[in-house]
């Protein structure tokens, strides 16, 4: 139903409007995404015992908090998710998945070093973002939308992506 | 099929069943092995097929996840075409839309509803259809269909060989079958020939020895010897049997042909003895005759002197003593003659002579015979004959005589008081040609005990206790009248009642009728002896002198002129010239028979109607139709005597009666006249030993001119005693002795005996 949902959003926009949203659909994808993405089961556990996925957005929020309503219904790898907007560089160990906002191009190195060796994903939509380190970045043209992934960063982290995906990617050291 | 099978012998039908048996069973079995084989291949194919369709999900779950469709079908195409197997698949996602589809021959294609993980073979093609997950969550299916290429291949491997195995067991078990069915066909072939052996031929032979097995063939077969033994050892007690029988039978038939040529002889014996005890018989009865003869004529003697010593004597005891003698002497000749009689009846002497008689004549004849002693012992005697009888019956007028003779003569002689009585009846007619006749002799006499019915017919019997002396008779007379009935066909037979008086009943069966209708005149022939034609012409045609010179003597005192002629030409010149009144005509002449004789006369038409009476000596029986159609008015019977001539004669020619005076027999006694005792005197002095003894030697020696003395003597002495009985007789016999009618002779002669007895009596 969840899919069936997203299927008709993602028709929507790719196909009848493309302007209409594009943050929408990026919005959607993260739940994709996660699919393919190997986090260590354990991160997800609360000291309550209760499991939620913690979905940050660094710097200015294209989503234009729509981020939330949209995962307020939707969930990702089963578990709840929760939207955390991050301005500090140390507040970035609390999340699972980190967007980094075009705007944070000057930040983009802090950012890579402050994420290597931990269990997070940083995904992106800006071009060049992916061969500076962020592991996933998510670039749309006329075709459609298509992937990014970086190596590197990838080996760096705690993480590990899928080649089922990788496959269908452009990698990247 | 089924009749080829049936038409094939034992061991090739064996081989078949085995070699049947083994390829079902192969069959079978490698039928199973095979459909073992593939449901395993299938379970491999169907596990690499989920295998490969499982990698080709995961490769596209990306796709799925990202609803990149296009992609996802090229990703396929790709995939795809490196499987060779593979020639469709299609994409669906979670929500089961299709989404992607590989075509590889872009045929259409039908689908089936399968579940996840589901397999299904359909013409040669293998579907399958699977999840696709990715994190081991379900994303979407794909449906594949595989060509199970493999799977056909190893099929058609297997069936190479089964095929092969198939051919390589069937020969051998060929071969094998060949080998093992012998066990079981040879014995029962054996057996087969054996029995045909034993229904052709008749001997048994044993079966012969054989490899004997202990299965139910091999007991079958020894069963079957011991059965041949069993049969072989019947066979010959039962040919024993037959050898026992058949000499039984030799035994029999050698015994039977012994008792048989035994009995041959014991009947030839028995022949011999039956014949020399006839010879025995005919030689006793001659010998009897023989004897009778001789005695009679000592005793004739006897008689005769007694009788002239009688004349001589005068002393009355004398006279007595002589009259003893007398007496006895004749009783003597009496009881030899009877003893004559039935000799000759005994040894089959007598012969019937049977011809036409009137019986109301011969009735009227005995009647007056025994009038005077009927008179004399005061009897009534009646006399009552059928009117219905014929006159003219074909009798032997001699013996019928005796019989009524000896019959009522016993009547008489038993009866002292009251009547006698001859009834002649008539029982019933056959036709006009044949009569039964019933004769009655019944008296009022001393009767007959019911004990001696039979015996009184036998010879030398008297009734028991029958006063000998009293009544006198030889015994004899019954027993030659029952001979004699018997000998003419018929049968007597006796009622009686003791001191009441006897019936003696003589049935005379199938008497002919004569058809010779002249016996009806015999009493006007007789009539007529002396009889006159005045004047008459008569033609004799006969070639033999001394016939016509015979029939010129019998006609010579009757007035008539009588011309010979030599032959049947001679006739009718004679007719011409003498112009006759009635021509006698011999059939049998030279130069022209009778019959042309005849034929040419009548053609004269003076002598159409001349009477011309045919003379013949054919032994044929003669018709008078036949002559009359040749042209004679009437016909003579050679011999020819003078009554026959001139009772033909009277037919024809007018005539008269000459002498009145003659006798005329039709002058008749009648029972009831009254003899004198002075007649009945007379007749004792006729037959007197001398005449009697002449009588025996004219009887004896036949020569017509003693006959003809005799009858001379005996007439005068009737006359000279007045008798008329014997007068009419011995003029009866001068007659036939001058006309040489040896038949009519001969019964006079006979007549002449009875005449005697009934006086005697």
């Known amino acids: ?173 | 099929m089924l009749s080829f099978y049936k038409n094939l012998n034992l061991s090739s039908k064996l081989t078949l069943m085995m070699m049947m048996v083994s390829f079902f069973a192969l069959t079978t079995a490698l039928t199973i092995k095979a459909y073992y084989d593939m449901d395993k291949d299938k379970g491999e194919i169907v596990r690499l097929t989920s295998v490969v369709t499982k990698i080709i999900g995961d490769n596209l779950s990306y796709h799925i996840i990202f609803d990149k469709y296009d992609e996802a079908e090229e990703t396929l195409e790709k995939l795809c075409f490196n499987i060779p197997d593979i020639v469709y698949a299609r994409i669906y996602n979670i929500n089961k839309v299709p989404v992607s589809e590989y075509n590889l021959y872009n045929k259409k294609v039908e689908l089936y509803g399968l579940l996840d993980n589901e397999s299904l073979f359909i013409d040669g093609f293998l579907h399958h259809k699977q999840s696709i997950t990715n994190r081991g969550k379900k994303i979407g299916s794909i449906y594949v269909i595989t060509t199970a290429s493999s799977i056909q291949s190893r099929i058609y491997d297997n069936f190479k060989l089964t095929l092969s195995i198939l051919m390589v067991v069937l020969i051998f078990s060929y071969f094998l079958s060949r080998v093992l069915q012998k066990f079981i066909s040879n014995p029962l072939i054996r057996l087969a020939e054996y029995t045909r052996k034993l229904s052709n031929s008749n001997e048994i032979e044993v079966l012969d020895e054989f490899n004997e097995s202990k299965d139910s063939i091999g007991i079958l077969y020894s069963e079957f010897k011991q059965m041949t033994i069993k049969l072989r050892m019947r066979e010959n007690e039962k040919n024993q049997l037959n050898e026992e029988l058949e000499n039984r039978v030799v035994e029999r038939t050698k015994s039977l042909e012994l008792m048989n040529r035994k009995l041959e002889s014991t009947n030839k014996i028995l022949i011999k003895a039956k014949e020399e005890a006839e010879a025995a018989t005919k030689a006793k009865s001659e010998f009897l005759a023989n004897m009778s003869h001789e005695i009679r004529t000592p005793l004739n003697a006897v008689i005769g002197f007694t009788d002239l010593l009688i004349n001589m004597i005068e002393d009355s005891i004398q006279k007595s003593y002589l009259d003893s003698i007398r007496a006895s002497g004749s009783n003597l000749l009496m009881l030899i003659n009877d003893i004559l009689d039935l000799s000759k009846i005994e040894a089959g002497k007598i012969k019937l002579n049977p011809e036409s008689i009137d019986i109301y004549k011969l009735v009227e004849e005995i009647s007056s015979i025994f009038s005077l002693k009927i008179s004399s012992k005061n009897l009534k005697y009646n006399v009552v004959i059928d009117r219905n009888i014929p006159h003219n019956l074909i009798l032997d007028e001699v013996r019928l005589r005796q019989i009524l003779f000896n019959l009522i003569g016993n009547a008489i002689k038993f009866t002292n008081s009251g009547e006698v009585s001859l009834r002649v009846n008539l029982l019933s007619t056959l036709g006009n040609s044949f009569v039964d006749i019933r004769i009655d002799v019944e008296d009022t006499g001393i009767g007959i005990d019911r004990n001696s019915y039979t015996l009184i017919f036998d010879a030398f019997m008297q009734q028991e206790g029958q006063n000998t002396k009293k009544y006198g008779g030889t015994g004899l007379g019954l027993a030659i009248t029952k001979r004699l009935v018997e000998i003419m066909g018929g049968n007597i037979s006796v009622k009686s009642e003791l001191n009441k008086g006897s019936v003696f009943t003589i049935n005379l069966f199938n008497v002919e009728v004569s058809k010779d209708l002249s016996i009806l005149n015999e009493d006007d022939e007789k009539k007529y002896l002396n009889i006159s034609f005045e004047n008459r012409k008569i033609l004799i045609a006969d070639d033999v002198f001394l016939n016509r010179k015979l029939i010129e003597e019998y006609l010579k005192d009757s007035g008539l002129v009588v011309i010979g002629a030599v032959d049947g030409k001679d006739a009718i010149i004679k007719t011409e010239e003498f112009n006759p009144d009635l021509i006698l005509m011999d059939i049998r002449m030279p130069v022209m028979n009778g019959v042309e004789a005849t034929k040419n006369i009548r053609a004269i038409k003076k002598f159409s109607d001349i009477p011309i009476i045919a003379i013949t000596a054919s032994v044929l029986q003669n018709n008078l139709d036949n002559y009359q159609k040749i042209g004679f008015n009437g016909y003579l019977k050679k011999p020819v005597s003078r009554d026959k001539i001139i009772n033909e004669l009277i037919k024809w020619l007018p005539w008269k009666n000459e002498n009145k005076n003659y006798i005329n027999i039709s002058e008749k006694v009648t029972v009831h006249e009254v003899m004198s005792e002075n007649e009945i005197g007379g007749l004792k002095k006729i037959f007197s030993s001398e005449i009697k003894e002449k009588y025996e030697k004219v009887t004896a020696s036949g020569f017509i001119n003693e006959i003809v003395d005799f009858a001379k003597e005996l007439l005068s002495i009737s006359e000279k005693n007045n008798c008329k009985i014997v007068t009419q007789f011995a003029k009866e016999l001068l007659s036939s002795a001058e006309h040489s009618d040896i038949e009519q002779i001969d019964r006079l002669l006979l007549k002449f005996n009875e005449i005697e007895k009934s006086i005697l009596l």
């Open chain 1, 1 to 173: 139903m969840k899919y069936y949902l997203l299927s008709i959003l993602f028709f929507f926009n790719l196909i009848l409007s493309q302007s209409v949203d594009e943050y929408d659909l990026k919005a959607v994808y993260f739940n994709r995404i996660s699919e393919f993405i190997n986090w260590p089961d354990s991160i997800f556990v609360k000291k309550d015992g209760s499991r939620k996925f913690i979905l940050a957005v660094y710097g200015e929020d294209p989503f234009e908090g729509r981020l939330r309503t949209i995962y307020n219904n939707y969930k990702i790898l089963d578990m709840d998710v929760e939207i955390k907007y991050l301005d500090e560089l140390d507040d970035i160990n609390e999340c699972h998945l980190l967007f980094v906002s075009s705007s944070e191009e000057r930040n983009l190195k802090k950012i890579v070093k402050q994420v290597r060796g931990k269990p997070i994903l940083t995904v992106s939509d800006t071009e060049g973002f992916g061969e500076k380190g962020i592991m996933l970045n998510i670039l749309a043209d006329s075709k459609g939308v298509h992937f990014v992934v970086n190596k590197t960063s990838e080996k760096n982290s705690a993480i590990s992506i899928s080649t089922r995906f990788m496959k269908y990617a452009k990698v990247v050291e």
